[in-house]
């Protein structure tokens, strides 16, 4: 009988090492194969005859003062029901003046929407072509001097190469450069094959329902279907993602959905002489904890955020690079270590924070009515219901009543295989101007004004050709929000090229296959 038992032992011990060595080797051959960045970029690519753009010192200083004036002019969303008019008038003004080619040339038509957005059509020479559509928004949200700005906010003051004020990353940058990359462009004579829409909300802040929706609503009535459509987002992370080795493009393919969740307790009042075991505000905290030391579910690798590490393996050392090329053993593994910092943990799951409690009348008096409000974060693989069923379950209190106030499910996620247009003409077009850059796709956790545009196109992505280094992303609608004179120069010419390389009819054939296990 032992010898059995040893020989059994025996056999379960080697089938097992066997399985560990199988594994480990397949491991192995990925992390040494994997590229899933060869792609497109030793293929074929149609010839044009793309213009260049070289910035002399004068067009320079004329970029940079027209930046700072419209950095200058505070186009504030406040809340839902506030909004500077005045400055969004201002604006437009400010608009006609710094790009007179723009708003003039036959090529391009400019029309107003809800009367501040603004809707341009630039026609295409070959109109069998599907047009495409750039977005970005005129409006930021508020900022005060006293939070403890190192300039004015709408100062636009330069120090050190680095421009100061609201809007210089969200999402002035982008307005204006497209429309300085345009103006350069139609100077230079050119006229576009493939006809394009650049769109510029003016709430995107409070949700975008009077800009991009009525642009969104314009275009429906005329029957226009989208090739794809580039709105802000992502970046490129330099020194933001530890272990990566050089700086990554992100472009995003989706956004988390978003859930804002009311709790409420209804008591009897009464006197705080004489209180009850538990009051509205006891019964009200004690499921808030509950929410908070039970997080949603890990979903790490259900959504684009697997992609993401994937197609950044190759550059991370050992042995990161054998665990995020392989996160079909290790996803597990790196979920937890990501899950220990804020800023990692939204790759994770649905996030969840409370953002007000409201209880109290006076200081004697147990109050009848407390409040809490929850918002989530809604991770690409879950919906607003499912995220709804888990709150309840986890409060598990029947006293605490849960409503969903507003809320809508995950965005569609846009393609980004080779076959992906938008997304590989936007990854080309950073290579040529970042060859050191290493681009891969990604999730917004906040989300655009593109999220209007999903029954235009199937295609929306979020990537702006910003620089975020350590620190950065605390200034987006923080204090200190800046870019460098440099940067928005660099994203002047990022436009210039993306506009071009659209003209191409297709893309190519892959040159090589990627290799994967």
């Known amino acids: 009988i032992k010898t059995k038992i040893f020989k059994f032992l025996k056999i379960i011990i080697s089938s097992l090492l066997i399985t560990v060595l199988l594994l480990f080797t397949i491991a192995a051959i990925r992390t040494l194969s994997l590229d899933v960045n060869a792609g497109l970029q030793l293929a074929h690519w149609e010839k044009t005859n793309n213009k260049s753009l070289d910035i002399d010192h004068h067009q320079r200083e004329e970029l940079l003062a027209n930046f700072k004036e419209a950095i200058r002019i505070p186009t504030v ?46 026609k295409g020479s070959q109109p069998e072509l599907v047009p495409y559509m750039l977005l970005a928004h005129i409006d930021v949200v508020p900022a005060s001097e006293s939070h403890g700005w190192e300039a004015p906010p709408f100062s636009a003051k330069e120090i050190d190469g680095f421009i100061y004020g609201r809007g210089t990353i969200d999402d002035k940058n982008s307005v204006m450069g497209i429309l300085q990359a345009l103006e350069y462009l139609l100077l230079k004579g050119y006229a576009p094959r493939r006809g394009f829409y650049i769109g510029l909300g003016h709430d995107e802040e409070i949700h975008g329902l009077n800009g991009a929706m009525n642009i969104v609503r314009v275009l429906k009535q005329r029957g226009v279907q989208l090739l794809f459509v580039m709105d802000e987002g992502l970046a490129i992370l330099d020194g933001i993602i530890p272990g990566l080795e050089g700086p990554a493009a992100l472009i995003g393919l989706s956004e988390k959905g978003q859930a804002v969740i009311k709790l409420s307790v209804s008591v009897a009042p009464g006197h705080s002489s004489m209180p009850p075991r538990e009051t509205s505000i006891g019964i009200l905290a004690t499921a808030v904890k509950r929410l908070e030391d039970n997080p949603m579910p890990r979903l790490f690798s259900y959504g684009p955020e697997g992609d993401t590490f994937e197609h950044l393996a190759h550059k991370f050392s050992l042995p990161l690079k054998f665990i995020m090329s392989n996160l079909w053993l290790f996803s597990p593994l790196v979920s937890r270590i990501l899950e220990r910092k804020p800023v990692s943990n939204a790759f994770v799951r649905t996030t969840t924070a409370v953002t007000f409690f409201n209880a109290g009348v006076k200081i004697n008096v147990i109050p009848s009515l407390a409040e809490a409000y929850v918002n989530l974060r809604i991770h690409s693989a879950q919906s607003v219901q499912e995220v709804l069923d888990i709150i309840k379950d986890t409060v598990g209190d029947q006293r605490v009543k849960v409503e969903l106030v507003y809320g809508f499910d995950p965005l569609p996620i846009s393609g980004a295989d080779d076959k992906a247009f938008g997304f590989q003409i936007i990854k080309k077009t950073v290579l040529d101007l970042f060859p050191t850059v290493t681009v891969a796709p990604g999730i917004c956790n906040g989300n655009t004004d593109s999220r209007h545009f999903v029954d235009l196109t199937k295609n929306i992505y979020r990537f702006a050709p910003a620089w975020f280094k350590p620190g950065d992303p605390e200034r987006f609608h923080g204090i200190n929000e800046r870019i460098s004179t440099k940067n928005y120069e660099e994203m002047v010419v990022f436009y210039f090229n993306l506009i071009q390389n659209c003209d191409i009819r297709k893309l190519p054939e892959p040159h090589s296959s990627v290799h994967e296990l």
């Open 77 to 122: 969303s406040f809340s839902e029901t506030e909004i500077n008019t005045t400055a969004l008038l201002e604006f437009d003004r400010f608009l006609r003046k710094a790009f007179p080619t723009v708003f003039s040339s036959s090529l391009v038509h400019h029309e107003l929407v809800a009367n501040y957005s603004h809707l341009f059509w630039v």
